[in-house]
């Protein structure tokens, strides 16, 4: 997922333990696994508690058994 806005490492545990990456231009990329779509709509429940914008979520393969 990437958000707007440099969010910084204290977030993580609230976030599950995804890992935070900040980008040159401002915005936060947030990776890791998310069992499952009740998982997914929790993530961005908290993200909209908090008043950050989503700018993308983006599915990738984990490797073999995703």
Not at 17 to 44: W, Y
Request: charged letters at 30%; aromatic letters at 4%.
């Amino acid at each position: 997922m990437r958000v707007q806005g440099r969010l910084d490492d204290r977030w993580a545990a609230w976030f599950d333990g995804l890992d935070l990456s900040r980008t040159d231009d401002g915005t936060t990329v947030l990776r890791g696994r998310v069992t499952d779509q009740a998982a997914l709509h929790g993530l961005l429940r908290k993200l909209r508690d908090l008043g950050v914008p989503l700018l993308s979520v983006t599915r990738t393969d984990s490797g073999p058994g995703a």
